[in-house]
């Protein structure tokens, strides 16, 4: 069972990034029962990106008005351990945009027994330089906690643009692996079969 | 177009604060809208577009930033319109049907978060948004 943990400041794109590997998976599936669920947080006491994910067709558990990072802790260990008795293969988690993965990563390791996770961070490039000055701690987190890093909107910043953010983003975290597209266009073949 | 009543409304805020003084509003709701005639899916698209467009300057010339702004349509045929923005353009995402789709009702969902707008004024300039835009 692996958990792949998607994070990254509101309107980054996660969503539609986690549309694009839900359905990887989904094709890739090679059992009879369902392989994924999907756990979607969101601040908002009205859920919107849940409801894209399901009229995509997918297992979606919501987890409203609150952060899984803070408020919402509890409510995500028995979601959690409630998911895991399925055994799902891969279990998806979209936090909040406003979430701090670092804590997630700490309630989901004390209270669960995932064998694996991984964090994938989305960086909207075309807004980073504004997001790193108004709120330095939450995105220096963001992109610290990841195995991963998408560069994400690459088609709204030129060329110099993206290669100032991947300097900077290399900077916080020297270690994950980082992909420059623009996810809303296409995901370059590959890059869901190394985070899988 | 003028064309639409809104019928009942959940509405609930709430602000939520990082480590640091890091904060961003948070106004978000459920309205069933109702049209006195039939509008198609197309058009419903537009005037929210302007909504939206309208919605991101005006925070924008208030020194705040656009976190997120989004709004999930469905008909009663289940057609759904996914509208989403950080503040310049508005990203469009719409089921098969959406687009020509006759409706005389739909479900509203939205969610605004918001950087460097009080609250109040993030919930006011929204409600005074619709209310023009949509009112009876």
Redesign the interface.
């Given at each position: 069972m692996k958990l792949i943990l998607f994070s990254g400041?509101?309107?980054s794109g996660k969503t539609v990034l986690i549309l694009s590997l839900a359905q990887k998976i989904i094709e890739e599936n090679k059992k009879n029962a369902p392989n994924l669920v999907i756990i979607e947080n969101?601040?908002?006491?009205?859920?919107?990106?849940d409801?894209?994910l399901k009229?995509g067709g997918y297992d979606v558990k919501n987890l409203l008005?609150?952060?899984i990072c803070c408020?919402l802790q509890a409510n995500l260990v028995t979601t959690l351990q409630e998911v895991m008795k399925n055994k799902p293969e891969y279990i998806i988690f979209e936090p909040?945009?406003?979430a701090?993965p670092s804590n997630i990563i700490e309630t989901v390791t004390r209270f669960s027994k995932m064998e694996e996770v991984c964090v994938v961070a989305v960086v909207?490039v075309s807004?980073f330089s504004?997001?790193i000055k108004?709120?330095?701690?939450?995105i220096t987190?963001q992109i610290v906690a990841a195995s991963y890093i998408i560069l994400n909107k690459c088609d709204l910043a030129t060329k110099e643009k993206i290669q100032e953010v991947h300097r900077q983003v290399e900077e916080i975290n020297k270690t994950a692996p980082i992909y420059e597209m623009a996810a809303?266009e296409m995901v370059p073949d590959g890059v869901w079969s190394e985070i899988l | 177009m003028k064309c639409m009543r809104r019928l009942k409304a959940k509405k609930h805020t709430s602000t939520l604060y990082g480590k640091t003084d890091e904060a961003a509003a948070v106004y978000s709701f459920e309205k069933n809208m109702v049209c006195h005639k039939s509008i198609i899916g197309a058009e419903l698209t537009q005037q929210y577009c302007v909504v939206m467009e309208g919605l991101c300057q005006t925070w924008a010339k208030r020194g705040g930033m656009v976190g997120h702004l989004k709004l999930f349509l469905e008909s009663e045929e289940k057609e759904t319109l996914w509208l989403s923005s950080v503040g310049e353009e508005v990203t469009i995402n719409q089921s098969h049907g959406w687009q020509n789709s006759a409706m005389t009702g739909y479900t509203l969902s939205m969610t605004a978060i918001v950087l460097l707008v009080p609250k109040k004024q993030l919930i006011e300039d929204v409600e005074n948004s619709l209310l023009m835009h949509f009112k009876k």
């Open positions: 400041f509101v309107g969101e601040v908002g006491a009205v859920g919107i990106d409801k894209v009229s008005e609150g952060c408020t909040t945009g406003l701090y909207d807004r504004a997001l108004v709120t330095p701690g939450l987190d809303r | -």
